[in-house]
């Protein structure tokens, strides 16, 4: 359940509260792919970074090791040894990643795995059947993630599809929750805005899918190559129809300055790959901007990545140390990096919260909105 405490012109400081604990917003999700973060950080890494909710995604764990063994295991939360909330995502986006392998019709798609070629099939009742065996804490529905720019017939079409999508998802949910050997009886369901960046489709889809009372609302097919103002005008536009008492999360994004845009524009939740893979090849984030630990002036550098920071990295190892880890291709310096990273964007979420809560996030969002994307 949502609960609104305050806002700032558009801005939202709100709580979510679930049977996995509460989690305070706006907030990230740390991604954690097959139910750990990629750069080698464990469950209780994320709780001493400050993770509030981790992200796991259903395609990945449905083919490797499989949803069915998870819930023999106990699901996702024993698996992963994580007890705060867990979302996973339908799959829809990794169907649409795998564009060349697939075939979609009205009860759903067929593709091949990218691991051993073979065939699945994947609708509505079998991503929610996937996430149940998973336990999460809240399932996103499946949906079909459209590319950008895509034909405005076909974009209208897939909107209709993807409501009907939708409503089979919650039915098939609410199945699911009533049997005796589910996982997680209190499962939450998201739906997805889509509609490309035609606006009056994506008001038409947020309007059908808020008439059916979910737990949560996303805005689903941005920040897949459109540029960020396009991304900016769809959520303005897209965000006086989401219910107020609902949570909103914004798929897949993104910089600091993404987040920093769309918590003004209303958003409560996000996510993105980008923070661990950009860490895994040297690419940090401060709070003067982006920094790459490739470049020779760190080479004799001893001050810690950011001089601001608290995180566990900054504490005790310097540029120049974790520069040498990754000439020397040890493990180390992309677990290092992904930590500085995670615990940043985390802190930022932090930070967020608390401008909020002071009534100054106008002056905060002002301040580094554009300072945090730049490269120095």
Request: glycine share 8%; aromatic share 8%.
């Amino acid at each position: 359940m949502y609960r609104l405490i305050k806002t700032e012109n558009k801005a939202r400081r709100g709580e979510f509260v679930t049977v996995h604990g509460t989690f305070q917003t706006p907030a990230f999700m740390n991604v954690a792919t097959c139910g750990a973060i990629k750069g080698a950080l464990s469950s209780t890494d994320l709780e001493n970074i400050g993770c509030q909710v981790m992200l796991s995604n259903t395609y990945h764990l449905h083919v490797r090791p499989g949803d069915k063994l998870i819930k023999e295991l106990g699901g996702l939360h024993k698996f992963t040894g994580w007890s705060g909330p867990i979302l996973t995502d339908s799959g829809g986006f990794q169907v649409f990643s795998l564009a060349s392998l697939r075939k979609i019709k009205e009860e759903g798609v067929a593709f091949q795995s990218h691991i051993d070629g073979r065939h699945i099939f994947m609708g509505p009742e079998e991503s929610m059947q996937i996430q149940s065996n998973l336990g999460s804490t809240i399932a996103m529905a499946f949906d079909e993630c459209v590319e950008n720019p895509a034909e405005y017939m076909y974009a209208a079409s897939s909107c209709e599809r993807t409501v009907r999508w939708l409503e089979r998802c919650k039915a098939e949910m609410e199945r699911l929750n009533s049997l005796p050997d589910t996982v997680n009886k209190n499962q939450l369901l998201f739906g997805i805005n889509q509609g490309c960046t035609y606006e009056d489709l994506r008001i038409e889809n947020m309007k059908q899918i808020a008439a059916l009372d979910l737990d949560g609302y996303a805005i689903g097919g941005l920040a897949v190559g459109e540029p960020k103002e396009e991304m900016y005008r769809i959520i303005s536009a897209v965000e006086p129809f989401m219910p107020r008492d609902k949570i909103r999360y914004l798929m897949g994004v993104g910089t600091p300055g993404n987040i920093l845009e769309a918590v003004s524009r209303g958003v409560d939740l996000f996510d993105c790959v980008m923070p661990s893979r950009n860490a895994r090849h040297g690419h940090l984030f401060t709070k003067a901007g982006i920094i790459n630990l490739n470049n020779n002036k760190y080479e004799k550098d001893p001050s810690p990545i950011d001089e601001t920071c608290s995180c566990p990295v900054c504490r005790k190892f310097s540029r120049a140390y974790i520069r040498h880890l990754f000439k020397a291709k040890e493990m180390l310096a992309m677990r290092l990096c992904v930590m500085h990273n995670l615990y940043f964007y985390n802190n930022l979420m932090q930070e967020i919260r608390d401008a909020l809560d002071a009534g100054t996030f106008g002056e905060y969002h002002d301040r580094y909105a554009d300072l945090l994307d730049t490269r120095i």
